[in-house]
């Protein structure tokens, strides 16, 4: 008899979660994150995010799908629990199914992470559905997607009009007929991000869309208050941990120009 050894939160109990108990989710990149927020949230998102929130880009446009595996394969050490998910980056999957499944079987293979996430709605149906029928576990994103900065003209609320709520409301069942197992709502409208979650079988989960979505995810980095770039609506802050690293830099600073760092407790005696 085969032992079942899969400790993680597994896909199809993310699945489950409809209509359930909340989905928790953050992002993470790094292991120490990782090992941090692990035993407390359902799923683990190696987002895109990483191009702004790591390495300091204006967009998430520049980030490679090298990048995407090394990160993911950093938080895969460093969690032990939360099911982990990785964002597919830009130009990885917009070409057509069979660039996505290679792209996405690559970082599955190399970093052991249970599914991958991608953005768009109508227009990336049929990859989605490429994907699933292959065995790739995919969660959509519609409403506000940050790889589509250019075309939307910058980061826009979805749903403010009857056109947007329109569209939101196909992309949505478009990738949920296609097989997605969940779907992220960002930045979009509560009452449209609330009727959507309502309508759909597979769970949603909302960033700046509505507490009646099936679970929520922020960046991590956002929530510490490590990064100063800006501060979405849709955040709130549970630590000031830049400001307290800041000091922290600050007294290390000053302790080394006055020579009373290190004293001799940090030093090696004969």
């Known amino acids: ?11 199809p109990q993310i699945s489950a979660k409809k209509n359930k108990e909340p989905i928790v989710s953050l992002t993470a990149y790094t292991a120490s994150v990782a090992q941090i927020v692990d035993h407390h949230v359902d799923l683990i998102l190696v987002g895109d995010s990483l191009g702004m929130v790591i390495y300091g880009f204006d967009t998430t446009l520049a980030v490679t799908v090298e990048m995407m595996i090394e990160h993911g394969k ?3 050490r460093g969690s032990k629990n939360a099911c982990v998910m990785v964002d597919l980056p830009f130009a990885s999957y917009q070409e057509n199914p069979q660039q996505a499944f290679r792209n996405a ?3 599955l293979q190399e970093t052991g992470a249970a599914a991958v996430k991608l953005e768009g709605g109508e227009e990336m149906a049929e990859t989605v559905e490429f994907l699933v029928k292959r065995g790739i576990p995919v969660c959509g994103h519609v409403g506000l997607m940050p790889q589509a900065v250019q075309t ?3 980061f826009k609320i979805a749903g403010k009009n009857a056109k947007q709520i329109e569209k939101v409301m196909r ?24 009727t959507i979650t309502e309508q759909l079988s597979i769970p949603t989960i909302g960033i700046g869309a ?10 991590c980095d956002d929530i510490f208050g490590v990064f100063q770039g800006f501060k979405p609506k849709f955040v709130k802050r549970y630590a000031q941990i830049g400001q307290t690293m800041e000091e922290a830099v600050k ?19 004969k």
């Open 152 to 154: 939307m003209g910058g």
């Open 251 to 269: 007294s290390y600073a000053m302790e080394v120009r006055s020579r009373t760092f290190p004293s001799a407790e940090f030093c090696f005696e």
């Open 171 to 194: 992309d949505s069942n478009a990738i949920a007929n296609a097989g997605a197992f969940a779907i992220v709502l960002e930045g979009v409208v509560e009452s449209v991000a609330k």
């Open 1 to 11: 008899m085969i032992e079942n050894k899969i400790k993680r939160i597994t896909v």
């Open 105 to 107: 079987a690559r970082i």
């Open 74 to 76: 950093a938080v895969m």
């Open 210 to 219: 509505s507490p009646a979505c099936d679970g929520q995810v922020l960046v």
